[in-house]
């Protein structure tokens, strides 16, 4: 089984959304930015709003971590968690 979580960032010029998928690289979404993170067996996917670091607010695009094929870098508007079962 295999879930997609959608991701739209939402937030001011000092804050980027961190979306982080267990065993990949973190994911810096920025306003506007949105991207989709499939989840499957016991992966855990969490967004975060945080403050934006200097090179994020130096680098237009997000940092894609390599994560996810399809990721269109733009967004993130929830803060949580979701554990589901059955991508990279």
Same mark, same amino acid.
């Given at each position: ?11 001011? &010029? ?11 690289? @973190?994911? %810096?979404?920025? #306003?506007?930015? &949105? %991207?989709?993170?499939?989840?499957? #067996? ?8 945080? @403050?934006? $670091?200097?090179?994020?607010? #130096? #680098? @237009? &695009?997000? $940092? ?7 990721? $269109? ?16």
């Amino acid at each position: 089984m295999t879930t997609i979580v959608k991701v739209q960032a939402h937030c001011n &010029e000092k804050t980027e959304v961190r979306v982080t998928k267990t065993g990949y690289e @973190p994911i %810096t979404l920025l #306003d506007g930015q &949105e %991207t989709e993170v499939t989840v499957e #067996d016991d992966r855990l996917v969490r967004i975060q709003e945080i @403050p934006r $670091s200097t090179v994020a607010a #130096d #680098d @237009p &695009e997000p $940092s894609s971590g390599g994560e996810e094929e399809g990721s $269109s870098g733009t967004g993130d508007a929830a803060v949580g968690e979701a554990q589901e079962t059955a991508t990279a």
